[in-house]
């Protein structure tokens, strides 16, 4: 009876030792995945990567980033709807995550109340862009040109539905003008190869997408759907200068499952917080004309909750008319 004892007790002293992957003390256990429902080689995928890749090292696990592409971004979301809430998988939402997909509401299964928001990271206007063998290389020229000829002056958006198409309809509408939409679905990535190509004229999406061809000369922003010019691309005029009320972009929203445990997402948000305050992201963000903007925890939630209630009026303003 007294060894019984002693080993009862000594398995007892061992059993806080035993703890799940998820406690506190031995997150992270193992791999954390971030999908980005996106192409590689897209403004989203990169900024995730870049962030994710400074996190890593305050999170003390292993991180990497996994392309799912498909439906608007909704593909990739469903994954880290249906993925096991323990803190292992991490989801990069942006507005057709948060807008288009709910709005359509073509997948019954898919809905935002299955995540909680970690932060958002950014916040960026849209902006039109033409190709260095454009007919047109300002505003004024572009508009004139939709105006001679019609339909003929070809646009680059994202998806039929996305806030680019929403962007380009709400121009339309306020200059009088047609043009010929051509939808390249997942991001920036296949609208970057349409503009070197000469597919289209135009494309819309953000300064900071686009990166790369306009430090190149490739591409040139002519318009940007903002109320302020960009502090990396000052040159490019803002749609209020022109007396235009259009102002619209994307984001990137980081969440995980909604019964994710809260010690693995104080966790997630600490080294998120960390990263983005870091020179090393700060200073590529300016470089490259992304806009950083933290919100995170219930006033991220808040944020969603506003922002699909003034967007969903509008679109259905423009449906309307």
């Given at each position: ?23 506190a003390q031995d997150y992270p256990a193992k791999d954390v995945r971030v999908v ?286």
């Amino acid at each position: 009876m007294r060894n019984t004892l002693a080993c009862l007790a000594i398995l007892a002293g061992a059993l806080p030792l035993m703890t799940a992957p998820g406690q506190a003390q031995d997150y992270p256990a193992k791999d954390v995945r971030v999908v980005v429902p996106w192409g590689a080689g897209g403004g989203t995928d990169a900024i995730t990567r870049k962030i994710t890749t400074i996190a890593e090292s305050e999170l003390g696990g292993t991180m990497y980033v996994e392309n799912v592409e498909g439906g608007a971004s909704a593909t990739g979301v469903m994954e880290v709807m249906n993925s096991t809430a323990d803190g292992y998988t991490v989801g990069a939402l942006t507005y057709d995550s948060v807008v288009t997909v709910p709005r359509q509401g073509l997948l019954s299964s898919y809905s935002l109340d299955k995540l909680v928001p970690i932060a958002r990271i950014t916040s960026e206007p849209d902006a039109l862009m033409v190709g260095k063998n454009a007919p047109f290389q300002t505003y004024d020229e572009m508009i004139a040109a939709a105006k001679d000829a019609p339909g003929e002056v070809r646009v680059g958006i994202q998806n039929i539905g996305s806030r680019t198409h929403l962007a380009m309809l709400r121009l339309q509408e306020l200059t009088g003008t047609e043009f010929d939409l051509i939808a390249y679905p997942g991001g920036a990535a296949p609208q970057k190869e349409a503009l070197l190509s000469g597919e289209v004229d135009a494309v819309v999406t953000s300064l900071g997408d686009f990166a790369p061809l306009i430090q190149s000369g490739d591409a040139k922003g002519v318009i940007e759907f903002s109320e302020s010019r960009n502090p990396t691309y000052s040159d490019v005029p803002t749609t209020k200068e022109k007396d235009l009320d259009l102002q619209i972009g994307s984001f990137i929203l980081l969440a995980v499952p909604a019964d994710t445990p809260e010690a693995a997402r104080t966790a997630l948000t600490n080294a998120y917080k960390t990263a983005y305050d870091s020179d090393a992201f700060q200073s590529w963000v300016s470089d490259i004309g992304v806009t950083p903007s933290w919100i995170a925890g219930d006033d991220a939630g808040k944020w969603v909750e506003s922002t699909q209630t003034e967007l969903f009026q509008l679109m259905d303003e423009i449906e309307g008319k």
